[in-house]
């Protein structure tokens, strides 16, 4: 057996076979080193900081090919500016080779418009920033909403939540300043509830309950009754409820009667109001009792006089004395005396 396995036959096959799969092993790796041009590189040229269109140029002489992408808009370069390539400026590579090429684009990629109306300015400012939309003038208008977005504007022109505008453009806002206090409310009676609506809005008011006569929603009809009424103080944003009808005021006063009941308060009775200009009353200040004076009364004598005798009494000067002298000391009461004859 071992004879016939080193017959000359069997070695030539063996040796021819071992030489084809030689030859099949070189002429692959020939055809690899053809076809990927093995061994010829070309080095990236450096195309940063020129234009896309001269970089284009570059890239095409040397036998490479090229993707550009946009960048982040960056304002301190030119548009259209090549800002960065892959692989880096120097690399090796081989011809045909994709060389992506970043360019600073035209303008700044655009943005939606938040949706900030309504909402309280801080909280709108910071909205904005934070999708790359700047805050320009904030211009205050009345409106019951204090410190409330009520619109957005871009060059005097209103902007919707959802417009696209480019990032960084400037967005000026009209801010409500609140309602104000103690208002005239305005008289409705005798207009249409279309222009009483209009007045109550341009006040500043809220439109409350519109009942109307004949239950039709017709805002043609004639207001003949309303909730304060006109000329009432109130603030601003309180409701305005109207009642209105197709007849005028003067045919419904028994309708506005039962309403006053309702709706107004008994006014209280009219009194004579106090005349300030005239003089003012004087109220007598109390008189202090003057001191009771020492007793110059003098003592009576228990001794009855003798019969037949006369009693003579010395007479005491009467002259009165001014009231501002001083109280003198008291003196002492003199002793009567009896004559018996």
């Known amino acids: ?19 084809v799969f030689v030859a099949l092993v070189w002429l692959t790796f020939r055809w690899l080193e053809l076809h990927t041009n093995h061994g010829k590189e070309i080095p990236v040229p450096n195309v940063v900081n020129m234009s896309v269109h001269k970089a284009i140029e570059v890239l095409d002489d040397q036998g490479l090919a090229y993707e550009v992408d946009s960048f982040k808009f960056d ?3 030119k548009p259209f500016q090549v800002l960065q390539i892959y692989p880096g400026a120097g690399s090796r590579v081989k011809g045909g ?3 992506l090429l970043k360019v600073n684009p035209r303008t700044y990629a655009p943005v939606q418009v938040p949706d900030i109306l309504d909402r309280y300015k801080g909280l709108a400012f910071r909205q904005l920033e934070a999708v790359g939309l700047r805050v320009g003038d904030t211009i205050y208008e009345p409106n019951i909403q204090r410190d409330a977005v009520i619109r957005m504007q871009l060059g005097g022109t209103i902007i919707k939540p959802g417009a696209k505008l480019p ?3 400037t967005i000026d806002l009209v801010i409500g300043t609140g309602p104000k206090r103690n208002v005239t409310v ?3 009676v005798g207009l249409t509830v279309q222009e009483a609506k ?3 809005t341009n006040n500043l008011f809220e439109i409350g309950l519109v ?5 039709k929603a017709d805002e043609s009809d004639i207001v003949y009754y309303q909730d304060p009424q006109g000329g009432a103080i109130r603030d601003q944003g309180m409701q305005i409820d109207l009642w209105a009808s197709k007849k005028t005021p003067a045919q419904l006063r028994s309708k506005i009667q039962q309403l006053n009941k309702i709706y107004r308060m008994a006014e209280p009775a009219y009194s004579e109001p106090l005349d300030i200009t005239s003089e003012p009353l004087r109220v007598p200040s109390p008189r202090r009792e003057p001191e009771n004076p020492p007793s110059t009364q003098e003592p009576v004598s228990t001794t009855a006089p003798a019969a037949g005798s006369t009693v003579k009494k010395e007479e005491k000067p009467t002259t009165s004395k001014p009231a501002s002298e001083p109280a003198k000391t ?4 003199k002793v009567r005396k009896v004559i018996v004859e």
């Open 211 to 215: 009942d109307y006569e004949d239950g």
């Open 1 to 19: 057996m071992l004879k016939s396995l080193f017959h000359w036959k069997v070695v030539v096959n063996l040796l021819l076979a071992a030489g």
């Open 198 to 200: 209009a007045v109550i």
């Open 97 to 99: 080779r994709a060389i």
């Open 330 to 333: 008291e003196e002492k009461p």
């Open 167 to 169: 990032r960084a453009s």
């Open 75 to 77: 304002p301190k370069f």
């Open 186 to 188: 305005p008289n409705l």
